[in-house]
């Protein structure tokens, strides 16, 4: 079992800036992808970044694609999320997970563990 707890969240103007912390805790993770994903109210959770167990590999929504990066600390067992140029649609709980396996994934079924995610609130 793991235990993932996010950190970092919080309401900011558009055009701002925010770095997401996600700490394992129960289980290591080095050995497994992982990933964010965001649900905005009355919509499906989607997918926004994955990262390789090494972090050598790196993937991202189209809607996020240049203003977000994804990026892993293994010895610290804490995956990060830093999201610039935020907009009013980034508005979502942000969640992030840990892949069954250590290949990059995007779909939520290829994530056995989530945590319980922050509040992220753009404002125009």
């Known amino acids: 079992q793991a235990q993932l707890v996010e950190s970092g969240g919080g309401l900011v103007q558009a055009g701002g800036s925010l770095r997401l912390s996600c700490t394992a805790s129960g289980r290591t993770v080095s050995s497994y992808a992982m990933g964010w994903f965001r649900q905005a109210p009355g919509k499906e959770r989607e997918f926004v970044a994955a990262i390789s167990r090494i972090g050598g590999n790196t993937v991202y929504a189209e809607s996020v694609k240049g203003r977000f990066a994804i990026s892993r600390d293994n010895a610290k067992n804490t995956l990060y999320l830093q999201m610039v140029s935020l907009k009013p649609e980034d508005t979502a709980v942000y969640y992030c997970?840990?892949?069954?396996?250590?290949?990059?994934?995007?779909?939520?079924?290829?994530?056995?563990?989530w945590g319980q995610g922050t509040q992220v609130t753009v404002s125009s």
């Open positions: 997970a840990v892949a069954n396996g250590f290949l990059l994934a995007t779909r939520r079924s290829d994530y056995d563990y």
